[in-house]
């Protein structure tokens, strides 16, 4: 039915890896559709977002990640803990029996389904309600900006499993909160729910569940509304910010505006 209705909307849908995608203009929205197994994630999930990612038309402007059901997603498919693993897919079991190079690899490519959410051409907004959990906690940290519902229960379960979080989710983590808050959150793998998210700056915006749609619908509008060019442009240059020095940081600033006044008006 999503493949019908992007049809319909001039886009399409990518189905498989539990998850649905459909394209409406300047908007994708990536639904996590495993919702009777809390949308928990494989390789083929992420194997489907970074499909999703290199294949994004160049109109699109905001890309949605939300999930279906009560909870967001409960991270990684735990019958990867398990003996027999996902079909087709191995366990860690298997996965510990790998050269480092072919484990880095295929890690690699996991991380590609989360990294492009970044790309200055679009703003990714996770739109999270009730649990967050490791891998789940991890894509909504590899979106620009989070709009959580008041029942979400972020948490960094892999320290608690033996593991460390390896989807891209400890930089991100960091420049939000700062060090010492991700030490805790993640080495003691607690979790962190909708007031103190908002507080420490995991969170832009909480709302009742229901308004969650509605609050991100309105967040897109506002992203919307301001020119395109500049805005890819200033993503690029905030990104930038904290690697650069305020002499590098200036310049930088320079250059892109220069850009935009010749695009203007030259
Ligand atoms: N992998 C596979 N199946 C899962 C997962 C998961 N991560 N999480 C939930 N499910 C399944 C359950 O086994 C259950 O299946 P069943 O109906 O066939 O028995 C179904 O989803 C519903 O799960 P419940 O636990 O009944 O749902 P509830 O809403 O009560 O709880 C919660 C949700 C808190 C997320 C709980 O399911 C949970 O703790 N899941 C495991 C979380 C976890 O440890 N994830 C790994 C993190 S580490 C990482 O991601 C790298």
């Not at 803990?81 to 029996?97: C, H, I, Q, Y």
């Not at 400890?170 to 729910?193: N, S």
């Not at 509008?221 to 940081?249: H, M, P, Y």
Request: glycine share 10%; hydrophobic share 45%.
């Amino acid at each position: 039915m999503a493949e019908a209705q992007a049809q319909q909307r001039g886009g399409f849908a990518e189905a498989d890896g539990g998850l649905r995608y459909e394209v409406d203009g300047e908007i994708a929205t990536i639904t996590l559709d495993r919702a009777e197994k809390r949308n928990a994630q494989t390789f083929a999930t992420w194997s489907a977002l970074a499909r999703i990612g290199e294949n994004m038309p160049e109109q699109v402007r905001v890309v949605v990640v939300k999930g279906e059901g009560p909870s967001f997603s409960a991270g990684i498919d735990l019958r990867m803990f398990t003996p027999e693993g996902v079909p087709g897919e191995g366990s860690f079991g298997s996965t510990a029996k790998l050269p480092n190079e072919t484990f880095e690899q295929r890690l690699g490519q996991a991380q590609q389904g989360f990294l492009w959410l970044r790309r200055p051409e679009i703003v990714s907004i996770a739109a999270v309600q009730g649990h967050a959990i490791g891998a789940g906690f991890q894509l909504a940290l590899a979106c620009d900006l989070r709009i959580v519902a008041d029942d979400v229960k972020f948490c960094m379960k892999e320290p608690a499993l033996g593991l460390v979080p390896d989807l891209t989710g400890t930089k991100p983590l960091v420049e939000l909160v700062g060090l010492a808050k991700a030490i805790d959150i993640c080495l003691t793998a607690r979790i962190v729910e909708a007031d103190e998210a908002l507080r420490i700056g995991l969170a832009e915006k909480v709302v009742a569940g229901g308004d969650l749609a509605k609050a991100v619908e309105d967040k897109i509008a506002e992203l919307l509304s301001v020119n395109r060019d500049a805005a890819v442009a200033t993503k690029r240059l905030l990104q930038g910010a904290r690697s650069r020095s305020l002499e590098e940081q200036s310049r930088a600033e320079g250059l892109e505006q220069a850009k935009r006044l010749r695009a203007l008006f030259g």
